[in-house]
């Protein structure tokens, strides 16, 4: 069968791929990837809405200034409201549309597809969300490494529960008023966060509940300075509106862009699991769970007490796969040799997720005996 892509990167489709060969893969592979998700995706966009875990969630989007070389800011924007008629969920809508308005990017506000209380963060949100951005990277040219999460009142609980659990998506969230519920803070540790409430805001304790989590994240980056970065606004003689204040947000924010490769992660597990999260894959995620992964040249050290198996999401941003990779997996050596780069871990990557600047290079799969 004949090669549709350039002789060199035939060469290394069943076997080791150099370094330059891989990144020529990537790019080509994704441009195929983008080229069938743009087709299959582009009546969803179209119709103004995400279709995902069985249901639908309705958009929509303001553009502000002009798109930089590198693709667009994406701000996902989430509306209050709640255990409410639906008449009153889309009042809160169509006015979170016109809260925020950066210098540059697109602002969309979802319709969330319930009128729960709960209805930014239950399961389905996160597949929706995966979806919705994944649209707009294809489709709408969309920097993937500078996609924005804030909400307002319950669009505020949403952020409290959705950043730390799918932080390796969004380069900063703002959270506006809400109340964390549940949520643990654990893995913010590489994602900038805001927190907004006004000082009279009293309902369900909000503005001491945005203290407390406050006094979390401090203790937790006073632990550990590289990560945690935070900052924590209580408007003084505000109530639950704000008027205003918190749009401070959006510069703050925009400030910022995710890194897909950080040296050290921390991941916990919510109550909605997830089987990916930066460079670390667990494919049987359970609630509570905890991984504590660094990376110092050549050294993976990793604490995940309760869980023996999990795969290393491996790249040239990371380390250097041309020098053999040393695993530390619970205190004991389960790895050290080169890992070699592989078409079939960029493939498996793409097609898990439309992201071609988290993509893997190769996998390793370790395991404590």
Same mark, same amino acid.
């Given at each position: 069968?004949?090669?549709?892509?350039?002789?060199?990167?035939?060469?290394?489709?069943?076997?080791? *791929?150099?370094?330059?060969? &891989?990144?020529?893969?990537?790019?080509?592979?994704?441009?195929?990837?983008?080229?069938?998700?743009?087709?299959?995706?582009?009546? =969803?966009? =179209?119709?103004? =809405?995400?279709?995902?875990?069985?249901?639908?969630?309705?958009?929509?989007?303001?553009?502000?200034?002009?798109?930089?070389?590198?693709?667009?800011? %994406?701000?996902?924007?989430?509306?209050?409201?709640?255990?409410?008629?639906?008449?009153? @969920?889309?009042?809160?809508?169509? @006015?979170?549309?016109?809260? !925020?308005?950066?210098?540059?990017?697109?602002?969309?506000?979802?319709? &969330?597809?319930?009128?729960?209380?709960?209805?930014?963060?239950?399961?389905?949100?996160?597949? %929706?969300?995966?979806?919705?951005?994944?649209? !707009?990277?294809?489709?709408?040219?969309? @920097?993937?490494?500078?996609? !924005?999460?804030?909400?307002?009142?319950?669009?505020?609980?949403?952020? !409290?529960?959705?950043?730390?659990?799918?932080?390796?998506?969004?380069?900063?969230?703002?959270?506006?008023?809400?109340?964390?519920?549940? &949520?643990?803070?654990?893995?913010?540790?590489?994602?900038?966060?805001?927190?907004?409430?006004?000082?009279?805001? $009293?309902?369900?304790?909000?503005?001491?509940?945005?203290?407390?989590?406050?006094?979390?994240?401090?203790?937790?980056?006073?632990?550990?300075?590289?990560?945690? /970065?935070?900052?924590?606004?209580?408007?003084?003689? &505000?109530?639950?509106?704000?008027?205003?204040?918190?749009?401070? $947000?959006?510069?703050?924010?925009?400030?910022?862009?995710?890194?897909?490769?950080p040296k050290e992660v921390v991941w916990h597990q919510s109550g909605r699991t997830h089987e990916r999260f930066y460079w670390l894959q667990n494919e049987?995620?359970?609630?509570?769970?905890?991984?504590?992964?660094?990376?110092?040249?050549?050294?993976?050290?990793?604490?995940?007490?309760?869980?023996?198996? *999990?795969?290393?999401?491996?790249?040239?941003?990371?380390?250097? %796969?041309?020098?053999?990779?040393?695993?530390?997996?619970?205190?004991?050596?389960?790895?050290?040799?080169?890992?070699?780069?592989?078409?079939?871990?960029?493939?498996?990557? /793409?097609?898990?997720?439309?992201?071609?600047?988290?993509?893997? /290079?190769?996998?390793?799969?370790?395991?404590?005996?």
């Open positions: 069968m004949r090669c549709v892509l350039p002789f060199l990167l035939c060469i290394g489709l069943s076997g080791f *791929l150099p370094a330059q060969q &891989a990144t020529n893969l990537v790019e080509q592979l994704w441009l195929n990837h983008a080229e069938l998700l743009a087709v299959e995706r582009k009546p =969803e966009m =179209e119709a103004k =809405e995400v279709i995902a875990a069985g249901k639908t969630m309705r958009l929509l989007e303001k553009t502000f200034g002009t798109k930089p070389d590198t693709g667009w800011s %994406l701000y996902i924007s989430m509306h209050g409201g709640g255990g409410a008629p639906p008449r009153v @969920n889309d009042g809160q809508w169509k @006015n979170q549309i016109r809260l !925020y308005q950066p210098k540059e990017g697109i602002v969309v506000a979802p319709r &969330a597809p319930t009128d729960t209380w709960n209805l930014w963060h239950q399961g389905h949100i996160d597949d %929706l969300f995966d979806r919705l951005i994944e649209n !707009y990277v294809v489709l709408r040219e969309v @920097n993937p490494d500078r996609i !924005y999460l804030l909400g307002y009142s319950a669009g505020g609980d949403g952020v !409290y529960q959705l950043a730390p659990r799918m932080a390796d998506r969004f380069a900063a969230a703002s959270m506006m008023a809400g109340h964390p519920n549940d &949520a643990n803070p654990l893995g913010l540790r590489n994602l900038p966060f805001m927190i907004w409430c006004g000082e009279k805001d $009293a309902a369900y304790e909000r503005n001491q509940v945005a203290k407390k989590w406050g006094e979390r994240l401090e203790k937790l980056q006073a632990a550990d300075a590289d990560g945690y /970065l935070h900052k924590t606004t209580i408007v003084k003689g &505000a109530g639950h509106w704000m008027n205003g204040t918190d749009r401070a $947000a959006i510069p703050w924010m925009g400030k910022h862009k995710r890194d897909p490769w049987h995620p359970v609630k509570g769970q905890t991984i504590k992964a660094t990376v110092e040249k050549q050294t993976f050290t990793i604490q995940a007490k309760g869980i023996e198996k *999990l795969t290393l999401r491996l790249s040239d941003s990371l380390i250097d %796969l041309d020098s053999p990779v040393r695993v530390i997996f619970n205190g004991e050596r389960v790895h050290d040799a080169i890992v070699p780069r592989s078409s079939a871990a960029v493939k498996a990557s /793409l097609a898990e997720r439309a992201d071609p600047r988290s993509a893997a /290079l190769a996998l390793l799969q370790v395991q404590v005996k």
